[in-house]
C-alpha cells in the first residue's frame, strides 16, 4: 500500500516535497521510484532510488532540480522539487519495484504496485 502526499499549486521557481508512505511489504527491501503523467500525455519516469538508499537516477527532464530520498525506518520515500517548471505540472505517483532487491530501472511495467498519486500544478 503506497500513499503520496505534498502536492499542489505553486509559482514556477518554487519547490515541493512530496511523501510517498508505504505499508504491507519490507520497504527496505524494495527499490522506488517516481513517475508522473500530464494531462493527455503518457506516464513517464522521474526518479528512482535503489533499495538501500545508496544510489539514484533522475530523468534528464528533472536532474539538478529535484531529489529523490528515503528514510527506511519511517517506510517514507521523498521527491524533493526545486525549480519547479510550468512543464512540470502533472500527477506524481510512487512506485514498488516489482522484485526485492531489485536494481534501478526505469520503466513502467518493472513497478506494478503505485499509490493513487498527488497533483503538482506550476503556474507561470
Known amino acids: 500500500h503506497l500513499v503520496e502526499s505534498g502536492g499542489g499549486l505553486v509559482q514556477a521557481g518554487g519547490s515541493l516535497r512530496l511523501s510517498c508512505s508505504a505499508s504491507g511489504f519490507d520497504f527496505s527491501a524494495y527499490t522506488m521510484a517516481w513517475f508522473r503523467q500530464a494531462p493527455g500525455k503518457e506516464r513517464e519516469f522521474v526518479a528512482s532510488i535503489l533499495w538501500s538508499g545508496g544510489t539514484t537516477d533522475y530523468a534528464d527532464s528533472v536532474k539538478g532540480r529535484f531529489t529523490i530520498s528515503r528514510e527506511n525506518s519511517r517506510k517514507t520515500v521523498f521527491l524533493q522539487l526545486d525549480g519547479l517548471k510550468p512543464d512540470d505540472t502533472a500527477d506524481y505517483y510512487c512506485?514498488?519495484?516489482?522484485?526485492?532487491?531489485?536494481?534501478?530501472?526505469?520503466?513502467?511495467?518493472?513497478?506494478?504496485?503505485w499509490g493513487p498519486g498527488t497533483q503538482v500544478t506550476v503556474s507561470s
Open positions: 512506485a514498488r519495484h516489482r522484485m526485492a532487491r531489485g536494481g534501478l530501472t526505469v520503466m513502467p511495467y518493472d513497478y506494478p504496485y
